[in-house]
């Protein structure tokens, strides 16, 4: 059992904050890895939210594939990050020769493209990148989306927190919202691309837990969008039916829900709205899961949110204060990071609910 994290918040914090959240939560983590999606991002980053960010590691010869590919398409670099690691001795850390985050104009052809269209090509250029760069092993393209920023790493997180200095607090490198696991993928192969947190066209989702209807989604989610690949984790499937639901199907988020753990045809039958509870059922049956697993998800409108499956077998917590609100397995997680917050405040979400925390720092829970 693995655990997640997320913290949202009115003011830009610092990535430490999310691995202080992280780090009394240890037992449940084995010091496999270390990833994070951060949104809403400042400091830096803060003059480009607009420019589509790329987030990259990568080796020399993939760096240059990328550039080629990336001038040949008529994206112009404005603002990059080149962290340059810690290498000291002894960190346990399996690090890619560069790690690139860069942010560029659209192409001059899009300048009066709708926000769709852009989101395709964002969508196609990432996927080209993939497989560019997987062809001969030559890196790992994790987003490239406005205003977001990804970081993947196999190790102990601590050490990759040194390599990449992000336990010195400052200014460069702010966000106000940042969902964090620290764990890599273990169910599979070991791979970058299988650390959770997942992204996919502006949705993020990372899960502790397992879905044992791995192949039936797997199978059918290769049919609806092409997008929908790599498969290296059970858990993507969550991140796939959550694009699918709100993105595509353009539904609330309420229905998420229904669409992943479906009340039983008895209770749906009492239910006013049994006719669409009942076609989700008929329709939608392959992507149900099933196994103990929470999640914490990241919506493009910066609304994070969190559920359980229908037996509430994993742990989550919501709580937080008037400036910040954070989302954990453990509430030893909030302890550290929002000690004078009011606990008797603190959510538990149950088996049959979905709890949102809005731009606001509004929570709504929304009963199955």
Known sequence: MCRIGAIKSKVPFHPSDALYLMLPQQEGHDNSGFAMVMQDLDGMF?????????????????????????EAHDFQP???????????????????????????????????????????????VRLALRAILEKDNQGYAYSFWPDVLTLKEIGDPRDIATYFK????????????????????????????????FFLQGYTLCANGENTFYTKNKEYQKSLHRGYIGFESDSQNFLYTLHYVLHELKWPIKYYKHVITPLPFDEIE????????????QSLGHLEINGPNTIIALLPDGNMMTCCDSKKLRPVVVGGDDTTM??????????????????????YPNEREVVVITEDLEVQRWKQ
Not at 83 to 110: C, S, T, V, W
Request: charged share 30%.
């Open 46 to 70: 803060a003059k480009y939210k607009d420019k589509p960010l790329l987030s990259l590691a990568c080796t020399q010869k993939g760096a240059k594939l990328v550039e080629d590919y990336m």
């Open 78 to 124: 404005v603002f990059e990050w080149i962290p340059r690691g810690n290498r000291q001795p002894g960190l346990d850390i399996k690090a890619m020769p560069y790690y690139i985050f860069r942010a560029y104009d659209y192409p001059e052809h899009f300048s009066g493209a709708s926000q769709k269209e852009k989101e395709e090509l964002l969508l196609d």
């Open 166 to 197: 992000l336990w010195d607090k400052n200014d460069s490198l702010l966000a106000k919202n940042i969902v964090v696991q620290c764990r890599q993928n273990t169910n599979y192969d070991i791979v970058r691309y299988a650390a959770h947190p």
């Open 270 to 281: 009492q239910r006013p709205d049994k006719a669409e509870l009942t076609a989700i059922r």
């Open 326 to 347: 954070a989302i954990a397995s453990e509430v030893c997680g909030l302890n550290v990071i929002l000690p004078n917050r009011n606990k008797e405040a603190d959510i």
